[in-house]
T-cell receptor
Framework: DTAVSQTPKYLVTQMGNDKSIKCEQN?????MYWYKQDSKKFLKIMFS???????INETVPNRFSPKSPDKAHLNLHINSLELGDSAVYFC??????????????FGSGTRLTVV | QKEVEQNSGPLSVPEGAIASLNCTYS??????FFWYRQYSGKSPELIMS????GDKEDGRFTAQLNKASQYVSLLIRDSQPSDSATYLC????????????FGKGTKLSVKP
């Protein structure tokens, strides 16, 4: 299946731990993103990569570090987790073609709960 | 400041009625506009995209764009209970490599 896949789907961890979320897309898209969706459903951009190169790095704590080993993968590592990091994290990919802009394809999300 | 504004709702309509969802955006240079539907606990899914002024129809959905007024809307005709979801308006800023800025979403409830 062509898709954006994220793992894990659920992540429960204690404050202070370090965790990673993985994302892979097999759509051949050039650009990948991480978004955070808070409890009020607001989707906020964190990072974007185009062909492994960082394009956007919004105001995100240094504890968050994205890594893109190739254009099909964009992982998110979070150090020293805090209660406020609890949210749903979405990976997405996008390709703007001459024929049009088709927006994003989203992964299924990772629900992170910090206790 | 890049902004996309939506009424948060909730918007409640009876089954079979027309649901009207509205969105305004701040950047006059934006070229691509999208409506996503998000069911509770699921990821957003694209339902409509629009790039030119006017209306674009797809089944029961019609997207409307007015760049002069910086306004995008989504009409859902013959609303069904299965349309109950949060609808997110999104605008692409910064060209083809730019990101989508999302509104805070409008929660739609269609009552049988």
């Amino acid at each position: 299946d062509t898709a954006v896949s994220q793992t894990p789907k659920y992540l429960v961890t204690q404050m202070g731990n370090d965790k990673s979320i993985k994302c892979e897309q097999n759509l051949g898209h050039d650009t990948m993103y991480w978004y955070k969706q808070d409890s009020k459903k607001f989707l906020k951009i964190m990072f974007s990569y185009n062909n492994k190169e960082l394009i956007i790095n919004e105001t995100v704590p240094n504890r968050f570090s994205p890594k893109s080993p190739d254009k099909a993968h964009l992982n998110l590592h979070i150090n020293s987790l805090e209660l406020g990091d609890s949210a749903v994290y979405f990976c997405a990919s996008s390709q703007v073609l001459t024929g049009g802009d088709y927006g994003y394809t989203f992964g299924s999300g990772t629900r992170l709960t910090v206790v | 400041q890049k902004e996309v504004e939506q009424n948060s709702g909730p918007l409640s309509v009876p089954e079979g009625a027309i649901a009207s969802l509205n969105c305004t955006y701040s950047d006059r240079g934006s070229q691509s506009f999208f409506w996503y539907r998000q069911y509770s606990g699921k990821s957003p899914e694209l339902i409509m995209s629009i790039y030119s002024n006017g209306d674009k129809e797809d089944g029961r959905f019609t997207a409307q764009l007015n760049k002069a007024s910086q306004y995008v809307s989504l009409l859902i005709r013959d609303s069904q209970p299965s349309d109950s979801a949060t609808y997110l308006c999104a605008v692409r800023y910064g060209g083809s490599q730019g990101n989508l800025i999302f509104g805070k979403g409008t929660k739609l409830s269609v009552k049988p």
